[in-house]
């Protein structure tokens, strides 16, 4: 009896110890599934498909990257010529020129347009005009304090002022009527300014911008089109500098090419309509250029001085003020107006003489009251 008692617990025992045995080798060694192999797999060229994508993703963009950022270090919204290496390599005239083929319809294209405006322009007489500049309250005393000029556009210069005897009263009433025409055309110059390194700060331009620019390369005269020569070129005339020239060619408005032709420059032409200066000798082709209105004198002059390859210096001296972050000194830039007259030098002490005589820099920084929202940005 007791024997078969034994027999069966250790019966039990045995089963239990192999049960438990087959359980262990269950635990100690599973079976690893074959599905998890196919994840790993998969899960490996996936990141290596992606890794491979940001790498041609990072090396095609970055030179877009460094190429974008070099326009806008170079075209910035300030409005500055800051390409200082291009700039010197002209000065030094080593890597470019500036291409002097220009034609001057090109050139004038949009002045002849001005010239060809139908209009119904009244010369007034000097009485009305100084009565119009009391009502409208513009007096060239309030300039120099305000540094705002009435936007008041006369069309001519009236008859009598060679009749005016008080030579400072007529140099008041010359300087008031051409006053606004220049800051008017400096304004178009700096909006376009403006506009162009807009254009040019942009990747990507749309077709009335670029027609835009290459009506501009050709006004002017840039025939290369050559952005760092465009820059250089489209740049305002220092309003002090420009009322001394006109004072000097027309004796303060009195000369017969300004009485006759609106011609506030003494500007020549060879193929335009003109005014053949009196005692010229018949070999000389040349004449006076003229216009229907002063606005349009001013304009020309503007557009020579930006444009002829006579004043190149002129415009290096203006763009190295412009990338030093300096105003616009007229003292300084009609050293280089030399060759606009025959006597050289001596027309740059004239020029000079005249603008610290009649404290014309009191007017470089006035702004004109505006007539339009787009020019009243420039306010």
């Known amino acids: 009896m007791l024997d078969k008692k034994f027999l069966l617990k250790n019966k039990l025992f045995l089963k239990s ?17 074959t599905k998890y192999f196919k994840d790993t797999n998969f ?45 010197n390599n002209k000065l030094e005239k080593k890597n470019f020129e500036e291409n ?26 000097a009485s009305t005009i100084d009565q119009l500049f009391k009502e409208t309250k513009y007096s060239l005393d309030d300039v120099r304090k305000k540094k705002l000029v009435k936007p008041v556009s006369l069309t001519l210069l009236p008859n ?7 030579t400072n009263k007529r140099k008041e009433l010359f300087i008031q009527i051409i006053l606004p025409l220049i800051i008017k055309e400096n304004n178009f110059i700096r909006l376009d300014r403006k506009r162009l390194f807009s254009v040019l700060n942009k990747s990507n331009n749309s077709k009335k911008e670029k027609k835009w620019l290459n009506e501009k390369f050709k006004q002017y005269g840039v025939a290369n089109k050559d952005v760092s020569t465009l820059k250089i070129r489209m740049d305002e005339i220092p309003t002090s500098m420009a ?18 032709g609106n011609a506030l420059f003494g500007q020549w032409t060879w193929t335009g309509e003109g005014i053949k200066p009196s005692g010229a000798s018949d070999d000389k082709t040349h004449k006076v250029m003229k216009f229907k209105v002063l606005q349009a004198s001013i ?21 190295e003020l412009r990338d030093e972050g300096k105003p616009l000194n007229s003292l300084l830039l009609s050293e280089y107006l030399d060759k606009y007259a025959e006597t050289g030098k001596e027309y740059v002490k004239i020029l000079q003489k005249i603008i610290k005589q009649n404290k014309l820099t009191d007017f470089d920084d006035a702004k004109l009251l505006p007539s339009s929202l787009e020019l009243e940005s420039l306010i």
């Open 17 to 33: 110890k192999l049960y438990l045995k087959r359980k262990t080798l269950l635990i100690s060694k599973p079976k690893i599934s």
């Open 243 to 260: 009322i001394a020239q006109a004072a000097k060619e027309t004796g303060w408005g009195t000369s017969r090419f300004a009485q006759e």
């Open 299 to 319: 304009r020309a002059y503007q557009r020579n001085l930006n444009t002829h390859s006579s004043y190149r210096e002129f415009r290096s001296a203006r763009a």
């Open 100 to 125: 002097e083929e220009t034609l001057e319809k090109d050139l004038f294209a949009d002045i002849i347009q001005l010239n060809e405006l139908p209009s119904d322009t009244v010369r007034l007489n």
């Open 160 to 166: 009598e002022m060679k009749m005016i005897e008080n």
């Open 43 to 87: 899960n490996v060229f996936l990141k290596t498909i992606l890794g491979s994508l940001i790498v041609i993703i990072t090396f095609f963009f970055i030179p877009l990257f460094i190429d974008f950022n070099k326009e806008r270090i170079l075209f910035s919204k300030e409005f500055q010529n800051n390409s200082k290496k291009n700039f």
